[in-house]
């Protein structure tokens, strides 16, 4: 069974920075595309970054390009993702996802759908 663990999260000004991390269990992370999404109370959950299989392949929303960083280590079976300069509207509970069948050919990184599993998500403050 697959289990995906978010930590790093936590009450930041705006400006500020950390690095989320998600840890998985019960499956070799390497085998997945895995993406972060994040929910903002009253919003829909939104795509925020994504990274292929072998860490070559990665994509971003446009709120974000320049500013968060994803990565990944399969050998620690863990995915991260860096955010910097952050905003008050970046305030969210941040989610990463597990894809079986998003390749860098076939699917959409930022569709929510084609993500198989999740975590139970982090909570990121930035107080302005």
């Known amino acids: 069974q697959v289990q995906l663990v978010e930590s790093g999260g936590g009450l930041v000004q705006a400006g500020g920075s950390l690095r989320l991390s998600c840890a998985a269990s019960?499956?070799?992370?390497?085998?997945?595309?895995m993406g972060w999404f994040r929910q903002a109370p009253g919003k829909e959950r939104e795509f925020v970054a994504a990274?292929?299989?072998?860490?070559?392949?990665?994509y971003y929303a446009d709120s974000v390009k320049g500013r968060f960083t994803i990565d990944r280590d399969n050998a620690k079976n863990m995915v991260f993702l860096q955010v910097n300069s952050l905003k008050p509207e970046g305030t969210a509970i941040y989610y990463c996802?597990?894809?079986?069948?998003?390749?860098?050919?076939?699917?959409?990184?930022?569709?929510?759908?084609?993500?198989?599993?999740w975590g139970q998500g982090t909570q990121v403050t930035v107080s302005s």
């Open positions: 019960g499956v070799t992370l390497g085998s997945y595309h």
């Open positions: 990274i292929s299989r072998s860490g070559s392949t990665t």
């Open positions: 996802a597990a894809s079986v069948s998003i390749t860098t050919v076939r699917g959409s990184p930022r569709a929510r759908a084609q993500y198989d599993y």
